[in-house]
Nanobody, 123 residues
Framework: QVQLVESGGGWVQPGGSLRLSCAASGLTFTTYATYAMNWYRQAPGQERELVARITSNGISTKYGDYVKGRFTISRDNVKRMVYLQMNSLKPEDTALYYC?????????????WGQGTQVTVSS
């Protein structure tokens, strides 16, 4: 069973930066290196939205329009970690941020989530 644990959230003033981390366990690093990884976020009263995605080999990334140019997703497959560097934070970035991996392997669908880490941007 894959487990994902996020960390690095907190309070920051507008314009500040935070770096979120997500540690994966329950799989070898060679297996982890075959999983694409995602960061989602959910603000109170809002639907969960995709923030960033990175392919299994880390070569390709995708971002939500609202974070392009400000956030950077990266990964370290040996450490089984995925990161989200968040710069120029805005109050509207306030949300619970989740690490996720989802897809299909053979006939099996998988969809693993962490517990989330809170990011609050305010003055």
């Amino acid at each position: 069973q894959v487990q994902l644990v996020e960390s690095g959230g907190g309070w920051v003033q507008p314009g500040g930066s935070l770096r979120l981390s997500c540690a994966a366990s329950g799989l070898t690093f060679t297996t982890y290196a075959t999983y694409a990884m995602n960061w989602y976020r959910q603000a109170p009263g809002q639907e969960r939205e995709l923030v960033a995605r990175i392919t299994s080999n880390g070569i390709s990334t995708k971002y939500g329009d609202y974070v392009k140019g400000r956030f950077t997703i990266s990964r370290d497959n040996v450490k089984r970690m995925v990161y989200l560097q968040m710069n120029s934070l805005k109050p509207e970035d306030t949300a619970l941020y989740y690490c996720n991996t989802r897809g299909v392997r053979g006939l099996l669908e998988y969809d693993y989530w962490g517990q989330g880490t809170q990011v609050t941007v305010s003055s």
